[in-house]
T-cell receptor, first 118, second 110 residues
Framework: DTAVSQTPKYLVTQMGNDKSIKCEQN?????MYWYKQDSKKFLKIMFS???????INETVPNRFSPKSPDKAHLNLHINSLELGDSAVYFC?????????????????FGAGTRLSVL | RKEVEQDPGPFNVPEGATVAFNCTYS??????FFWYRQDCRKEPKLLMS???SGNEDGRFTAQLNRASQYISLLIRDSKLSDSATYLC???????????FGKGTRLSVIA
């Protein structure tokens, strides 16, 4: 039973195309995130959603649009793909509170989607 | 100055060695601290949280110095399976996104 699952695992596409990456978590978490890990392995936040509402939107081109149909899903749609979008995209989720009631913000990551733009 | 700084390594150590990683963070409002581990072509996974008093989990010991804004991870009796990239991670209160260091690569050699 995969806790945070992303599809597809690999995505190879041409410049200018539009593509989507899907993410689902079955942990009952309230908050979901998208991170990007570039070729230098630096992992950086893109978006954060809490109960379907956008709470963080870092400096990301507006070609990237997250969509959260419900709190278990956070999909990422990318328009007009560019070479520089090639990276690994990770979805993550975290509970509002851990079992002890403390907001420890432990995040659980999906396996990643490796995007290659040609 | 980067928000979270780590020595990228690589650290190449023999099995059984003790190795220590250090990390500094710039945001004094940081409240939660973690070490994550990332294997090659895999997702980051939580290794351990870091508490103010320091904490230990088997062969792993984490320390936090809030005054110096410094976090450390000590691995004793290194195993081949410890080979990975170790990510220092900080965050402010609540469900704010994690801020990652670039990671320190460890290779444990037989």
């Amino acid at each position: 039973d995969t806790a945070v699952s992303q599809t597809p695992k690999y995505l190879v596409t041409q410049m200018g195309n539009d593509k989507s990456i899907k993410c689902e978590q079955n942990l009952g978490h309230d908050t979901m995130y998208w991170y990007k890990q570039d070729s230098k392995k630096f992992l950086k936040i893109m978006f954060s959603y809490n109960n379907k509402e956008l709470i963080i939107n870092e400096t990301v081109p507006n070609r990237f649009s997250p969509k959260s149909p419900d709190k278990a899903h956070l999909n990422l749609h990318i328009n007009s793909l560019e070479l520089g979008d090639s990276a690994v995209y990770f979805c993550a989720s975290s509970p509002h509170r851990n079992r002890n009631g403390a907001a420890k913000n432990i995040q659980y990551f999906g396996a990643g989607t490796r995007l290659s733009v040609l | 100055r980067k928000e979270v700084e780590q020595d990228p390594g690589p650290f190449n150590v023999p099995e059984g060695a003790t190795v220590a990683f250090n990390c500094t963070y710039s945001n004094s409002a940081s409240q939660s601290f973690f070490w994550y581990r990332q294997d090659c072509r895999k997702e980051p996974k939580l290794l351990m949280s870091v508490y103010s008093s320091g904490n230990e989990d088997g062969r792993f010991t984490a320390q936090l110095n809030r005054a110096s804004q410094y976090i450390s991870l000590l691995i004793r009796d290194s195993k081949l399976s410890d080979s990975a990239t170790y990510l220092c991670v900080v965050t402010t209160q609540g469900n704010t996104p994690l801020v990652f260091g670039k990671g320190t690569r460890l290779s444990v050699i037989a």
